[in-house]
């Protein structure tokens, strides 16, 4: 069965920093390019990152950009995603989802994990 599973979401202070992780099972990550998408309560879904397959070519949300790193470990079947100087309009649930290539629209993901809480608040 091919899964993705989010963790490391939690509540944290602004300015703060977290670390998302996304382990793949069922598939070898690296065949994939892995986006990291967020959702916040009565809001669309929104891109924030992505990392190729192929080339490993990055992309970010101008939100984010600065702030937010997204990496991978092949030996770990894992694709994190570090966030500093959280903001309040960082809070959301966080997802990661597996395509072929990064996409624009998030429809045309084909695997996607739960979801993680993050929490940005004093």
């Known amino acids: 069965q091919l899964q993705l599973v989010e963790s490391g979401g939690g509540l944290v202070q602004p300015g703060g920093s977290l670390t998302l992780s996304c382990a793949a099972s069922g598939f070898t990550l690296d065949n994939y390019a892995i986006g990291w998408f967020r959702q916040a309560p009565g809001k669309e879904r929104e891109g924030v990152s992505c990392?190729?397959?192929?080339?490993?070519?990055?992309h970010y949300a101008d939100s984010v950009k600065g702030r937010f790193t997204i990496s991978r470990d092949n030996a770990k079947n894992t694709v994190y995603l570090q966030m500093n100087s959280l903001k309040p309009e960082d809070t959301a649930v966080y997802y990661c989802?597996?395509?072929?290539?990064?996409?624009?629209?998030?429809?045309?993901?084909?695997?996607w994990g739960q979801g993680t809480q993050v929490t940005v608040s004093s």
């Open positions: 989802a597996a395509a072929a290539t990064c996409r624009v629209n998030p429809h045309e993901y084909d695997y």
């Open positions: 990392i190729s397959s192929i080339d490993g070519d990055t």
